[in-house]
Each structure stands twice: as C-alpha cells, then as structure tokens.
C-alpha cells in the first residue's frame, strides 16, 4: 500500500515524500529488488546521483528481466550524468538486450495465448457435442429423479406428522408429570408449614390478633392441599393414557418422585441443623437479647442456609439493621415471643414491625406479602 502510495508520489514530483514512503514500505523487512529500483528512481530524481547509482545497482540482483530493463533504462539515464558517463556504453548495450529478451518473452506469451485459445474453442465444440448426446438422458433421469422425490417427500411428510404428534404426545406427558411433582412439592411444603404455624399458635396463646392470622392461614393451607390433591387426581387418570404409549413415561415419574424427595430432604435438614446447631437450638430458650457479635452470627447462618437470604432481599428493598434482623429471626422459623426476648421488644412489639416490614415491602415489590402471613413469605423468599 505504502509502495504503491511512493509511486504517486513520485508521479506528481514530490520525490521526498515518495522516498519516504519507500522507506515506511520496507520496514523492518529484507528490501525486495523492486523496492531498490524504486528507491534508486528517487535518489535520482532528487539529484543524489551516488545514492541512485548504489541501489540501482542493488536492484540487478534479481532474475525478473522486466525489473532488470527498468533499472537498466534509469542507469542509462544515470550515465549521461559526468561520473558516470563511462558507463553508458554499458548501460545501452544490456539495456538492448532485455528489451530484446522482454520482447521475445512478450512474442512468446502471444503464441501461448493464442495456443490456449484455440484449445480452449476446440474443447468448447467437444463438450457442446457431448452435452448433446447426453440431452435425452438427463431427461429421462431428470423425470425419474421428480418421481422419486415426490414419492421420498410423501414418506418424509408421513414420517414428520407421525412423528409430531408423537412428540406432542411426548410433551403433554411431560408437562402433566412435572405438574403433578410441583404439585406434590406445594403439598410436602404445605404441610410443613402447617406444622410450623401450629406449634407457633401453641407458643404465642397471649396474642390473640396474631394467632387469628395464623388460623386462617392454616385453613387456607388445608384448603389449598385439598384442592392440589385433587387436581393430582385428575393428572394420574389423563397420565394412564399414555403409561404404554413413551417407554419413559415410568423413569420421568421416577426422576420426579427423587426431584421431591430431594426438596422434602431439604426441609429435614434444615429442621434437623436447627435441632443440633448449638447456636440455632439455643435460640429458643434464651431469655437474654442478642448482642452484635451475635447477631452478626444470625446473618452469616441465615445467608449459608438460606442463598444469601440478605443479600437478596436488602438488593429488593432498603431495610435498617434491625428489621433486616427480624426477617432473619422469622427466617429461622422463630415465634413472636423469642424474636420478642431476643430483640429486647414486647411482642405486640415484633407484631407492629412485622406489619410495618410488611407494607414496606408490599409498597417497594407490589408482591403477595400484603395478601398472605408474612411469616410465610419469608420462609419461601
């Protein structure tokens, strides 16, 4: 690019610029024999004639006898300079001779052309006589070949239907299987929290506008795993339809039932962990607040427990250290008289917090909280 930008330059006369380009060009690479040439034409015509003479002459040592006459006709030009005006004999006498070798090499290309040509036109009138002869044969296969594909594309269109309505088979027994194990998971779940609510209700008898809450929560909890069981009804009858249709109806029911499994295996850790934790366990006797190191604790338990439970929450919605520990008390499954010891508050206390958390995150989220226990919110968030 830059070698073809100096010869531009050199076109239009300003021969530094086109020396300098020349020079860019070359870089950091071996000079080609053309670069010297162009280098030499340069020097040249900027009258440094010695600097001309060396790459003129540098640019020779190459076998290119277009090159070789080029530099030839400048050198001739060189010579008619006083210092080397010995040379031009020389100069003029190589300089015929490439012209000589360029023209017959430019002769001898012509023949070859021409050569080429006429081969070319005879192989033309060959092909043109055989495509001919193999007309009325393409034909009759080009005719096989339409009655082959419709015959292949009505197999294929055969295949493609059977084979979709198959695979919507196939989906459908999907869909009601993994709806019948989310099903089940809000069941094993339900009742989980029916059992938390119930021994709440039996620790927290004095609070009676907080055990009315709880109530009707456990009521809608039964009614809701009433209502799950029986859409799980309704889910195996339409399953059976197609037990003998897909061979893996019976391992995606497998894989369902260990996928619930796991979630029910989940809970019985976390219940299990809150028994044999010392500091989880000792929670629910202490009769003393928690200090800061301690409630650092509760933080740093809730979050490995529970997936970074502040860290989700706190990004959702701005709450200050003290409600944030309460959702972590709640979190941990704790009843409104311990959250009440351990934050050194009544419980009609924790109830007006948890209330006022409540509308807050309602107003921030425009989520259920507002419409369901709160408790119950945290514990699935």
């Known amino acids: 690019m830059k070698s073809e930008l100096a010869g531009i330059?050199?076109?239009?006369?300003?021969?530094?610029?086109?020396?300098s380009l020349e020079w860019e060009a070359i870089g950091n690479n071996h000079p080609t024999a053309q670069s010297y040439y162009g280098i030499g034409v340069n020097y040249m015509n900027l009258h440094q004639y010695d600097s001309a003479y060396y790459y003129l002459n540098q640019a020779l040592n190459t076998s290119n006898v277009?090159?070789?006459?080029?530099?030839?006709?400048?050198?001739?030009?060189?010579?008619?300079?006083?210092?080397?005006?010995?040379y031009i004999i020389t100069y003029s006498d190589s300089?015929?001779?490439?012209?000589?070798?360029?023209?017959?090499?430019?002769?001898?290309?012509?023949?070859i052309f021409y050569k080429e040509k006429f081969e070319k036109e005879q192989l033309v009138t060959q092909n043109q006589r055989l495509e001919l002869e193999k007309a009325y044969t393409t034909r009759l296969l080009l005719l096989a070949t339409i009655v082959a594909l419709v015959l292949l594309m009505l197999l294929v269109a055969f295949y493609l239907h059977r084979k979709i309505a198959l695979r919507r088979k196939e989906e459908e027994l999907n869909s009601l299987t993994f709806q019948l194990h989310e099903n089940e998971l809000l069941i094993d779940r339900n009742n989980n929290y029916i059992a938390e609510l119930k021994e709440q209700v039996e620790q927290q008898k004095e609070l009676v506008e907080q055990q009315a809450e709880q109530k009707e929560e456990l009521a809608s909890?039964?009614?809701?795993?009433?209502?799950?069981?029986?859409?799980?009804?309704?889910l195996n009858e339409n399953m059976k339809k197609y037990t003998g249709t897909f061979p893996e109806a019976d391992e995606i029911k497998n894989v369902t039932e260990q996928l619930r499994r796991s979630k029910q295996r989940e809970e019985d850790w976390f219940a299990f962990i809150q028994k044999e934790y010392p500091f989880l366990s000792n929670l629910h006797q202490r009769k003393t607040g928690l200090d800061y190191a301690e409630e650092q604790t509760v933080y740093f338990l809730v979050d490995t427990l529970?997936?970074?439970?502040?860290?989700?929450?706190?990004?959702?919605?701005?709450?200050?250290?003290?409600?944030?520990l309460l959702c972590c008390l709640i979190k941990l499954r704790l009843s409104v008289g311990e959250i009440a010891v351990l934050m050194n508050l009544s419980p009609a206390s924790v109830s007006t917090a948890k209330q006022r958390i409540k509308n807050k995150i309602h107003e921030i989220l425009k989520d259920e909280p507002l419409k369901r226990s709160f408790d119950l919110w945290i514990w699935e968030y």
């Not at 330059?9 to 020396?19: P, R, T």
């Not at 529970?306 to 944030?324: A, G, I, Y």
């Open 9 to 19: 330059y050199s076109v239009i006369g300003d021969y530094d610029k086109a020396l």
């Open 95 to 111: 300089l015929r001779f490439y012209e000589d070798s360029v023209r017959a090499l430019d002769k001898s290309r012509e023949i």
């Open 221 to 234: 909890l039964h009614d809701a795993n009433e209502q799950l069981r029986k859409e799980n009804i309704r």
């Open 66 to 86: 277009y090159t070789r006459m080029g530099v030839y006709r400048s050198l001739l030009q060189l010579g008619r300079q006083p210092q080397y005006h010995k």
């Open 306 to 324: 529970f997936d970074k439970f502040t860290k989700r929450l706190t990004n959702k919605v701005s709450l200050p250290p003290r409600e944030l």
